[in-house]
C-alpha cells in the first residue's frame, strides 16, 4: 500500500556508511538548515506543516471553525505535494485529543468536530495518492523503490544532541512542577508521537523528521529557560 511496504528491509540500509554517521550531515529533513539549503519543496512543506498544526491548535483551544478549515485547505494543498506529513499531522492531533479527553474526563465533541473538518477537507487529497498507487504500475514502482528508514536508534539520539537533552529536562520540569497547561501538553505530544512515528512500520521512517526539531527546539528553550533560571538563583545565593 502507499504508507506500507513490506518488500522493504533493514538489513540493506544498515549496511550503508549513513548508518554510522550522524543525522545531521546528510539527512535535509532532520535539519532546519539543510531542510532550507536542499529544496523550495522541503521549506514549503516543512511551512506548511507548522502552519497546519497551530491552526488546529487554535481551532480546539478556541473553537473557531476558521481555523480548522483553512488548516483543512492547507492539508489539502500539502498532501496534494507531500503526503508523508498524514501521519504526524493526525497522529499529533489524535494523542492531543485522547489526552485532553483523559484529562478533562468527558469528551468534547467540539474537539471531533475541527478533527473532522480537518479529516474531509484534505482526504482528497490522500485518497488521490493511495488510489494512484493501487492502480498506477510506475507510481507503484516508484513507491517500493522510496524506502527511507531512519537509521538505529542510538545514532537518532546523538543527532539531535544537546537540543534533545534540552528537551527532555524541560519535560520533566513541566510535568514534575505540575506546569501541564494545553500549550505545554500539546509540544509535549507534537514530540513524543513526531519522534515516535520514526520507527514507525512505515517505509519512509526518515521523511517523518521533517519538522521534528520544532517541538524539540521549543521545547528546548523552555529546558534552558529553568537551567538559567535555576543559576542565577544559585548566584543570588
Known sequence: SFFFN???????????LHDALPIYLWAPENNNLLTMFQS??????T??????????????EKNKIK?????????????????????TIFGVLSIYVLINFIINKKINFNYIKH???LFFLSFPAILYYILLEQFDFVTRIRTYQNVCLTPSWWVTLFSYGFILVLAIFAIYKIVSQNKLNNINIFLIVWLV???SLLYSPFY????????????????????????IGRASCRERV
Open 6 to 16: 513490506d518488500t522493504a528491509t533493514t538489513e540493506i540500509y544498515t549496511l550503508s
Open 40 to 45: 523550495p519543496h522541503l521549506i514549503l512543506s
Open 47 to 60: 511551512l506548511l506543516m507548522i502552519l497546519i498544526l497551530i491552526l488546529s491548535f487554535f481551532a480546539l
Open 67 to 87: 481555523y480548522s478549515l483553512t488548516a483543512g485547505i492547507l492539508a489539502l494543498i500539502l498532501f496534494q505535494f507531500h503526503p508523508f506529513h498524514v501521519p
Open 115 to 117: 478533527l473532522l473538518i
Open 193 to 195: 508521537v513526531h519522534f
Open 204 to 227: 519512509f521512517q526518515r521523511r517523518l523528521m521533517q519538522g521534528l526539531q520544532i517541538p524539540m527546539i521549543l521545547l528546548a528553550v523552555i529546558g534552558l529557560k529553568y537551567k
